[in-house]
């Protein structure tokens, strides 16, 4: 079998690479070239590659739709605690205020606290709620490949 010589031009990690392919696997640098542009060329490969990009594709386009219902969820938590905070709340005479500041300041931290913790547990109150709402679709997202990818530490 005759052989064409080609003279090429690769980028050095490539190249260092290459020679650490083929002195891995023990062949010539020539065969390991041989093999990738035979499965480059491959019309075979045409459609591994297509195929993988879908797989990506409707992982992304899972991961986008959870994105956007977690975001819908917390649009609607905040929206309806500013119209029960704005229904409920009442002036507060100018000699109470500064107790009252106290008080928020207060609240505050003992907030971000209990944030803190929720956060360092790894749970998630958007997947808590999804769960009440929603839990047939809650527990198949649990069990998904790619469901902690998302959001680390994992189920609730």
Do not use: C
């Given at each position: 079998?005759?052989?064409?010589?080609?003279?090429?031009?690769?980028e050095?990690e490539?190249a260092?690479?290459?020679?650490d392919?083929?002195?891995?696997?023990?062949?010539?640098?020539?065969?390991?070239i041989?093999?990738?542009?035979a499965?480059f060329?491959?019309?075979?490969?045409?459609?591994?590659?297509?195929?993988?990009m879908?797989?990506?594709?409707?992982?992304?386009s899972?991961?986008f739709?959870?994105l956007?219902?977690?975001?819908?969820i917390?649009?609607?938590?905040?929206?309806?605690?500013?119209?029960?905070?704005?229904?409920?709340?009442?002036?507060?005479?100018?000699?109470?205020?500064?107790?009252l500041r106290?008080q928020?300041?207060?609240?505050?931290?003992?907030?971000?606290?209990?944030?803190?913790?929720?956060?360092?547990?790894?749970?998630?109150?958007?997947?808590e709620i999804?769960?009440?709402i929603?839990p047939e679709?809650?527990?198949?997202e649990?069990h998904?490949?790619?469901a902690?990818?998302?959001?680390?530490?994992?189920?609730?």
């Amino acid at each position: 079998m005759t052989r064409a010589r080609l003279n090429i031009f690769i980028e050095p990690e490539h190249a260092k690479r290459l020679e650490d392919v083929a002195a891995h696997r023990g062949v010539s640098k020539s065969s390991v070239i041989a093999a990738a542009l035979a499965s480059f060329l491959s019309p075979d490969a045409m459609d591994q590659r297509e195929a993988a990009m879908a797989k990506r594709l409707d992982r992304l386009s899972r991961q986008f739709d959870r994105l956007e219902r977690d975001q819908s969820i917390l649009i609607e938590t905040v929206a309806l605690y500013v119209r029960h905070y704005l229904t409920l709340a009442l002036p507060v005479p100018e000699h109470q205020q500064e107790a009252l500041r106290a008080q928020g300041r207060a609240r505050y931290v003992q907030f971000i606290e209990q944030l803190a913790r929720h956060i360092q547990r790894g749970r998630s109150l958007v997947r808590e709620i999804h769960g009440e709402i929603a839990p047939e679709a809650a527990a198949s997202e649990v069990h998904a490949p790619d469901a902690s990818a998302t959001e680390p530490g994992g189920a609730p």
